[in-house]
């Protein structure tokens, strides 16, 4: 394994020395212009010069004997989308080798089936052999036909392509380094990308630890030390070295726990154990590392990354330089507190810790977090001054979102009563046995109530969200990640001191997790080791963004509160404009407010249609016709553009339908699946509308705006969702669990009840243990 901690670091006049270990690596006294390295994966974007390594594994095929031309194609098209962003890029490329071996296996054999077809005929052909091939040799004749190869894919994008082959002499003698360097700096400058390569049909086989002798750089002995060098001598904002495997892993990749190191820091190496090097190249996994640190101490930026991979290769670069977690990113700069990585790891330990409490120990978490909200509410509201004050300054959010983000007094009273609801609701939520059956004598199954596991809540703006989902995740007993918008980051903040602080009464503190790293939300919905379901609250874009971004993981949410209201033509006149005024005006930001009125045909131009436009008047809705109610009048308002539209603000959409049953397509045709009501005395019709309207809530004379976990009794929700699977509609404990089974036997066995077997299954339903209901 490398050992090589950073101990001291020693400066003369014309070098300076800085040491990993017993391990010396001298730095040219070189200033660089750009400065250190960056120290997040988000700046990499800025990264103006790159220096892409292609390691023998990527370029090369399976059978190393050849190229992989998909993959080099996809890497090319990557390189010159960058380079004509305006950014300076170079290739150190391998390869010469396999491809001078698919050369010369090919002269070889087309020269002994001739000789032997002279000689022996065609039936001893099959027997050739094919003699060893000289790695030099298969270089030379490779070479060309590697760079002609790089020249007809570059040209594609209208880019030229330059070769250029180094040794290490090219680097150790001063006038040649210069030279080397000027005309790299010339080709940079006429938008040429340089394709440097060992030359490899003259370069001498590489000495141990020849970088370790006292010369003043590291040794050019394979691809990744060149593309160090290099990427240090150019000064260059970003290397990034592409292999067969993923990153960099704390053990060797496939064995059994082996991790992927997200961001790997100076000294770190005592936890990394090195396994054997890749099928072809010269260097495995352990001279990438040292080639990167010292890349790193130069101020160059480095990430290791899979270049093979057929699901990401075709964009593991632009990821990469877009700031995306791919790989192994190298950073001096260690951050204060855990990756998200450890956070997920502490919030499945203490999400099983807190599962297995009893159910009055979660309930007295909670109810502490609810005396919290009240007691430290002077420092809770004076933190969302804070955050409101910045949001003003900077003018970032809209007006419903400041509404979202400010907390009151009568908000936090409002949580508080929630949170004891919770509390008293969940006495027995988690281990409810809620199916029993005797499969055969002294043979017991139970069907269980568990938690999910591990929660990811991604919130916009709305920071009394973040103790109504802790709450829920503790009854259920699930581990909890959390990430805020930074908008409400000083209000977060104090509410997760609070939670943390309930927690501790019963030493479960690490199940609630904020996330305050620079952690993109894309990058948090890959973590399916981690994650078992998100949870995505705000906006439609952000619940879209997120079931895009999501890998593996599944997602609780909806992506539109397109609502309806249909005013049947048996109506009441006294409640039309009641519920229309509270399903549109009385907080048009919410996902649940009205979005489209549908109305009767026989409706139009009777006293009660004129209330309700009066109404939406007073109360400054803006009207959008819808098609057919457009032919209707002579002078409409705007037609809309969408029948589809959530608009989230004073909007909405009249059309005109001619039955109940044309109001029940049309919410299928256009509708979300979330809320839709019916306004009729006719009891008849409702039950028809309700029955038929395939939506996870369906109401009858009542606002949408009753599509709420607090005001259907749950305590709170963690969402509404629209989906068909496990939960649907305002999403409370029980949405949080899933089951197990738990067989008890006693030394039984399947042959047991086969034909001949001495056994038969009964398969008899149990009473279920009474539910404490106190």
């Not at 969940?426 to 281990?431: A, H, L, M, R």
């Not at 539109?560 to 005006?585: F, L, N």
């Not at 549908?598 to 006293?607: A, E, M, N």
């Amino acid at each position: 394994n490398l050992n090589y901690l950073p101990r001291h670091t020693l400066r003369s006049r014309n070098e300076s020395i800085r040491c990993w270990s017993n391990i010396p690596f001298i730095t040219m006294p070189l200033s660089r212009a750009h400065g250190k390295s960056f120290a997040h994966r988000s700046e990499l974007k800025h990264a103006k010069r790159i220096v892409v390594k292609l390691g023998s594994a990527v370029v090369t095929r399976g059978d190393e004997c050849g190229l992989a031309l998909g993959r080099l194609a996809s890497i090319v098209e990557q390189v010159s989308m960058l380079q004509n962003q305006g950014r300076e890029m170079m290739i150190v490329t391998s390869g010469a080798v396999a491809f001078g071996k698919q050369r010369l296996r090919h002269e070889i054999l087309l020269s002994q089936s001739v000789r032997q077809a002279l000689h022996s005929g065609q039936s001893q052909l099959k027997d050739m052999a094919i003699p060893v091939l000289e790695a030099r040799a298969c270089a030379a004749a490779g070479q060309s036909g590697l760079m002609a190869l790089y020249e007809a894919m570059f040209t594609q994008y209208s880019i030229c392509a330059a070769q250029i082959l180094v040794t290490n002499l090219d680097f150790h003698d001063e006038q040649k380094r210069r030279n080397l360097n000027g005309t790299l700096h010339e080709l940079l400058r006429m938008n040429i990308v340089p394709i440097i390569n060992t030359n490899d049909a003259v370069v001498p086989p590489p000495e141990p630890n020849s970088d370790l002798q006292g010369v003043n750089v590291i040794s050019v002995k394979d691809n990744d030390s060149l593309a160090a060098r290099l990427a240090v001598e150019m000064k260059t904002d970003l290397l990034i070295v592409l292999s067969d495997v993923e990153g960099l892993f704390d053990s060797p990749p496939g064995s059994d726990d082996a991790k992927l190191i997200d961001i790997f820091y100076p000294g770190d190496q005592q936890s990394v154990t090195f396994g054997t090097k890749s099928r072809v190249g010269m260097g495995g996994m352990e001279a990438k590392v040292k080639a990167a640190l010292w890349a790193l101490q130069g101020g160059t930026s480095v990430v290791i990354a899979n270049g093979t991979h057929p699901k990401i290769s075709g964009h593991v670069i632009t990821d990469i330089v877009d700031g995306k977690k791919v790989g192994t990113f190298f950073s001096e700069v260690k951050p204060a507190g855990p990756t998200v990585e450890q956070q997920g790891e502490m919030a499945r330990t203490g999400g099983r810790t807190l599962a297995a409490l009893q159910p009055e120990q979660r309930a007295e978490i909670i109810y502490r977090l609810a005396d919290l909200l009240t007691d430290q509410r002077e420092e809770i509201l004076l933190a969302n001054k804070k955050d409101l004050e910045e949001a003003e300054n900077k003018g970032r959010l809209a007006l419903p979102l400041l509404k979202r983000l400010t907390l009151s007094t009568s908000k936090l009273n409002s949580l508080a009563i929630g949170l004891r609801q919770i509390a008293a609701s969940s006495q027995d939520s988690v281990g409810r046995v809620i199916r029993r059956t005797r499969i055969a004598k002294d043979l017991e199954l139970e069907q269980v109530t568990v938690p999910i596991g591990v929660l990811l809540v991604i919130f916009e703006s709305r920071p009394d969200c973040l103790p109504q989902v802790s709450a829920l995740a503790i009854a259920s007993g699930n581990g909890l990640l959390l990430k805020g918008g930074k908008e409400a980051a000083y209000s977060n903040q104090i509410l997760h001191h609070l939670t943390q602080e309930a927690l501790s009464i019963h030493g479960v503190k690490d199940a609630v997790q904020l996330v305050n790293t620079r952690e993109e939300v894309e990058d948090l919905c890959r973590l399916d080791k981690l994650i078992d379901l998100i949870i995505p609250r705000g906006s439609s874009q952000l619940v879209k963004d997120i079931q895009k971004a999501a890998k593996g993981i599944p997602v609780m949410g909806h992506s539109e509160g397109i609502c309806h209201v249909y005013v049947d033509v048996d109506a009441s006149v006294e409640k039309v404009t009641r519920i229309i005024r509270d399903s549109k005006c009385e907080y048009p930001a919410a996902c649940n407010a009205l979005e489209t009125l549908l109305i009767h045909r026989d409706l139009l131009r009777t006293p009660l249609f004129d209330q309700i436009i009066d109404m939406l008047r007073i109360e400054q809705v803006k009207i959008h016709a819808g098609p057919k109610f457009a032919s209707y009048l002579t002078f409409s308002p705007s037609e809309v553009k969408s029948l589809r539209t959530e608009y989230g603000d004073l909007e909405c959409c009249i059309e005109v339908v001619d039955s109940v049953q044309e109001a029940v397509e049309h919410i299928h045709k256009y509708g979300s699946s979330h809320t839709d009501v019916i306004i009729t005395e006719n009891e008849k019709t409702a039950e028809f509308f309700l029955q038929h309207v395939d939506s996870a809530c369906v109401f009858w004379n009542a606002s949408t705006r009753f599509s709420d976990g607090y005001r259907f009794g749950l305590g709170a929700e963690v969402g509404i969702s629209t989906s068909r699977i496990h939960a649907r509609g305002p999403v409370g404990i029980e949405g949080l669990l899933t089951t197990k089974w738990l067989l008890r036997g006693d030394s039984h066995v399947v042959s047991d009840f086969s034909e001949q077997g001495s056994m038969k299954y009964l398969h008899e339903s149990l009473p279920l243990p009474q539910r404490n209901t106190s």
